[in-house]
């Protein structure tokens, strides 16, 4: 029976012609070819026509287009081998192409291996058989060409001597690479690829490299500006808290003066000129000592609760810090979460408060001072959600910052 496909020894696939085959073996290197009774696949698409020549091409063709139904017309297109069509078909055209007077292709007997060929004798093989088996299994070994003589022994030319054209002998006969040459350009393509990955890993390491140094910049300048605004917020805050400090001391030198004017009234003196009223050097040192020393703002009175604190624990600079960072936490999440109760309710017999405020002097009366109340029970520091002043949170987040950061704060 003549075969419907020819197989390749090497990787399996089937091919329908002689001329695939030929390109086949151009585009692997491929040389063992065999004839086979399996004929290739026909699968056709039902729904865009696309031929498929195996499940796996089906199987893409329907992830691609969604298309499930394929018509089998394998047996259709299923037809015999003939494998002396290319060299009759190639010895046609180039009679219709040259000259009419030139002679046909010369036709020759492959050459096979002899010791192969000797022991197929040997075992009973006509030398016509064991030629085309030896030929056509690609002279790879017995087992080859006893298993093709197997596969074909139903064919009418099986005891015919194999044809070849001359110029293909020759062609088969031109030495292909050797080993060593196999090996150094798989060892060449391994190295160009090697190069190109290292390549393409540098390139990527760069550009994360300026994409780390531009981040790094403009974190760098957003905090330069988040600094340069608290910078002129704190010393507006400071010249707001001297200002109004001026003016209470203004107050009370009026509120002095007109007790004293009151006074004299009073024992029936003749009021005083305001010339002559005019303190000298001395005496205006001497007022100045009569002045009330209790601070006239709340800021004021929150530094001073703070320095009280450090001078206290003077010698204990890391639970003074420890302090100031607890209080500024507390202050800043009632300022970031002013509706929530939980950070607006402090356990006073709580042992880590104890441990880093309460138990410090100074440290719950700051926390009033932020308007936190003790409820009657005494066990919690309240601040009701109504109480909640921003300007004076913001004015304690201030002091604290300040006081953390001063390293002489509290000293002098």
């Not at 093709?148 to 022994?153: C, D, N, S």
């Not at 330069?224 to 805050?237: D, F, G, M, T, V």
């Not at 005496?283 to 209790?294: G, N």
């Not at 601070?295 to 001073?304: F, I, V």
């Amino acid at each position: 029976m003549a075969g419907l496909s020819l197989r390749c020894g090497d990787c399996g696939a089937l091919l329908k012609s002689v001329e695939e085959a030929q390109e086949h073996a151009e585009l692997t290197k491929h040389s063992n070819f065999s004839e086979s009774t399996e004929a290739v696949l026909n699968l056709v698409c039902a729904t865009c026509g696309k031929p498929c020549r195996s499940r796996t091409e089906t199987d893409l063709h329907t992830k691609r287009t969604g298309h499930a139904d394929f018509d089998d017309r394998t047996l259709e297109a299923a037809k015999p081998i003939e494998l002396e069509a290319a060299p009759k078909a190639a010895a046609a055209s180039g009679e219709s192409a040259g000259d009419e007077s030139s002679q046909p292709e010369e036709m020759v007997v492959p050459e096979v291996d002899s010791d192969l060929l000797g022991q197929l004798e040997s075992m009973g093989f006509p030398t016509a058989r064991a030629t085309r088996a030896l030929h056509y299994s690609g002279n790879s070994s017995i087992e080859a060409a006893i298993n093709w003589v197997a596969e074909h022994e139903d064919d009418p030319d099986i005891d015919q001597m194999p044809l070849i054209p001359k110029d293909k002998m020759t062609e088969a006969n031109k030495p292909s690479m050797t080993p060593e040459e196999i090996k150094m350009k798989a060892e060449e393509l391994r190295e160009r690829a090697r190069k190109k990955k290292e390549e393409e890993e540098r390139k990527t390491e760069r550009e994360r490299e300026k994409e780390r140094i531009r981040i790094g910049k403009e974190l760098l300048e957003a905090k330069r500006i988040e600094e340069e605004n608290e910078r002129k917020r704190i010393l507006a805050l400071r010249k707001a808290e001297k200002e109004e400090e001026q003016r209470a001391r203004e107050k009370i030198r009026q509120k002095l003066e007109e007790d004293k004017a009151e006074r004299r009234r009073k024992l029936g003196l003749p009021p005083e000129d305001p010339v002559s009223s005019k303190p000298s050097a001395a005496p205006e040192e001497q007022k100045k000592s009569f002045l009330p020393v209790k601070p006239a703002t709340k800021a004021e009175r929150m530094r001073d609760c703070l320095r009280s604190l450090k001078q206290h624990h003077k010698d204990e600079d890391a639970k003074v810090k420890r302090a100031f960072q607890t209080l500024l936490t507390y202050v800043g999440n009632v300022a970031k979460n002013p509706n929530e109760e939980k950070f607006r309710k402090i356990r006073l017999n709580n042992p880590t408060f104890q441990d880093r405020v309460g138990g410090l002097l100074g440290g719950v009366e700051f926390l009033e001072l932020c308007g936190f109340e003790k409820l009657e029970d005494g066990e919690f520091l309240f601040l009701p959600r109504d109480k909640v002043d921003m300007a004076v949170l913001n004015s304690a987040g201030s002091e604290l910052n300040s006081a953390i950061a001063n390293p002489f704060f509290g000293v002098l």
